[in-house]
């Protein structure tokens, strides 16, 4: 009899040399390279270049990506309007996914190619910064500007948003954008990849993923965490919040559970780590401690089930520490996803180039007569 298997678990769609998951052991490695090192260690550039190109860039290679990247940064005057264009109201992931889809509707006949990838995949790099920069820049008020090259991707990123940016926060985003740059295929890069395989360009691609990342079971989860600690308010209220609303109540605890991890997820070292060095304001620092005492009730009431706390529980503290408000914290994680997005596509199409087309079995009723 055939079978289906709900929300694809255990469904296996392609090979990858990108990213590997241990979820019992919570391992997690980009072509071999322990993620918490390359968050250490490396820059958004350096690790982008090594999940879409196979390699750490050298010197002169390196200076040509990001060369590339910068020469991307002023918005198109259409994108612009766009911008201007949308009610206060709108929600800043909602304005990413306008912007792809806007730039998506002149990329009629895009062909997958080395050569094709290798030059639109800065020119996305930089346009997407330019675009998140700027969201940001009109949500607060300000003005929309071409960000000028800084030193890193980051550096320009954090210079574009608000002017200026201390060495631990430029540090702290880098880091945060290459934590968050893949993790094999969820929710959202499946999406894309549906898309890709019909060969529609890689903006619609973005576009569909940045859509599906939106949900609170998926990127939304940062901002979901957060809330849940402002509503919490007070580090003694814990318990009793944890008892009423998760233990006896019928929600769910939010940047706790995985599809894959059954322990904790690795990426949550990094994390906490800038979560305890960028808490330096009273609020911050009480928004940790409630943190830390949710996440303790939480691994003794889930632990045993294999149910941990995510990279989503601690990352958006870090998006607070370094300026960001709650609204733009699926936006980030959206920018820190795309070159880890167009490595599976281009993975994709390299390698398989197959429509992808799941089936349903029907379970309706059999032929009828249209009723006269
Ligand atoms: C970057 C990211 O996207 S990381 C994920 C971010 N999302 C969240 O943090 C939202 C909260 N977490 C969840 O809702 C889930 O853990 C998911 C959606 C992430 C993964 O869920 P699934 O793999 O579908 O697990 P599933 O829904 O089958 O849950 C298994 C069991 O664990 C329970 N469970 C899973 N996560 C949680 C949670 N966060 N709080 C309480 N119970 C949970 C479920 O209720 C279920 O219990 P049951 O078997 O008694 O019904
Ligand atoms: O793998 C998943 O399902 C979700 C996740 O952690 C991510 O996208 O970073």
């Not at 071409?146 to 210079?159: I, M, N, R, V, W």
């Not at 859509?211 to 989860?221: E, I, K, N």
């Not at 814990?238 to 904790?264: D, S």
Request: aromatic share 10%; with cysteine.
């Amino acid at each position: 009899m055939e079978e289906i298997s709900p929300g694809l678990e255990n469904v296996y769609i392609k090979y990858t040399e990108l990213t590997f998951i241990d979820g019992q052991k919570g391992i997690m490695r980009y072509r071999g390279y322990d993620i918490n090192e390359l968050a250490e260690k490396s820059s958004f550039e350096k690790v982008s270049y090594l999940m879409l190109f196979g390699k750490f860039p050298d010197d002169s290679e390196l200076k040509n990506f990001q060369n590339k990247i910068n020469s991307h940064l002023a918005l198109d005057d259409y994108l612009k309007d766009i911008l201007r264009a949308m009610p206060e109201t709108s929600d800043s992931l909602g304005i990413l996914q306008t912007l792809l889809s806007a730039k998506a509707s002149k990329e009629s006949n895009y062909k997958y190619t080395k050569e094709n990838d290798g030059e639109k995949i800065p020119e996305i790099l930089g346009s997407v910064l330019s675009m998140v920069a700027n969201i940001y820049r009109l949500k607060s008020g300000n003005n929309i500007i071409d960000p000028e090259p800084g030193e890193s991707y980051a550096e320009t990123f954090l210079k574009a948003c608000s002017g200026s940016a201390d060495k631990n926060k430029i540090s702290a985003m880098d880091s945060a954008l290459i934590l968050y740059m893949d993790h094999e295929i969820p929710a959202s890069t499946t999406a894309a990849l549906v898309t890709a395989s019909t060969l529609s360009d890689m903006y619609s691609s973005l576009a569909s993923a940045i859509a599906a990342l939106r949900g609170p079971l998926h990127g939304g989860a940062a901002e979901g965490a957060y809330r849940q600690f402002l509503e919490i308010g007070e580090p003694e209220n814990v318990n009793a919040w944890f008892e009423n609303n998760i233990l006896n109540g019928k929600r769910r605890l939010v940047g706790f559970g995985h599809r894959v991890y059954r322990t904790y997820d690795p990426r949550l070292k990094t994390f906490k780590k800038y979560a305890d060095i960028l808490s330096t304001t009273e609020e911050q620092k009480k928004i940790l401690a409630i943190a830390k005492r949710l996440e303790e009730a939480g691994v003794k009431a889930f632990g045993s089930k294999g149910i941990y706390t995510n990279t989503d529980f601690y990352a958006g503290m870090v998006f607070n520490a370094i300026g960001f408000p709650v609204d733009m914290f699926t936006t980030l994680f959206g920018l820190s996803r795309i070159s880890g997005i167009l490595a599976h596509i281009t993975e994709y199409v390299e390698t398989q180039e197959r429509l992808i087309r799941p089936r349903a079995i029907y379970r309706g009723s059999g032929e009828r007569k249209y009723p006269e």
